[in-house]
């Protein structure tokens, strides 16, 4: 069992940064790809990044590629997601996912945080 917090969402103007943190309690962290994840009203969840169990491989999808970086700490069991040059398309309520390896898509994930609001204004 692994329970997810995310923090770290807000508003911020276009062209702005922010840190999304996601802190996991629970044992085992360290066995457990993770990725970050977005939804916006209407829409289904949106894979956004993930980072291999050892931190060693990371993925993104193209529309963050190069603005966005994914890291993890096993000591302290969290995941980040810097976001960087924001643009409005990436307002959205963003999860935090843990599963057994990193992947793109949602069906492969067993935990979720319960999300953190990005509100990018133009």
């Known amino acids: 069992q692994l329970r997810l917090v995310e923090s770290g969402g807000g508003l911020v103007q276009a062209g702005g940064s922010l840190r999304l943190s996601c802190a996991a309690s629970?044992?085992?962290?360290?066995?457990?790809?993770m990725g970050w994840f977005r939804r916006t009203p209407g829409q289904e969840r949106e894979f956004v990044a993930s980072?291999?169990?050892?931190?060693?491989?990371?993925y993104y999808a193209d529309s963050v590629k190069g603005r966005f970086t994914i890291s993890r700490d096993n000591d302290n069991s969290t995941v980040d997601l810097q976001m960087n040059s924001l643009q409005s398309e990436d307002t959205a309520v963003y999860y935090c996912a843990a599963g057994p390896a990193s992947s793109n898509l949602v069906r492969h994930y067993t935990y979720w945080g319960q999300g953190t609001q990005v509100t990018v204004s133009s």
């Open positions: 980072i291999s169990r050892s931190g060693g491989g990371t």
């Open positions: 629970g044992r085992f962290f360290r066995t457990y790809g």
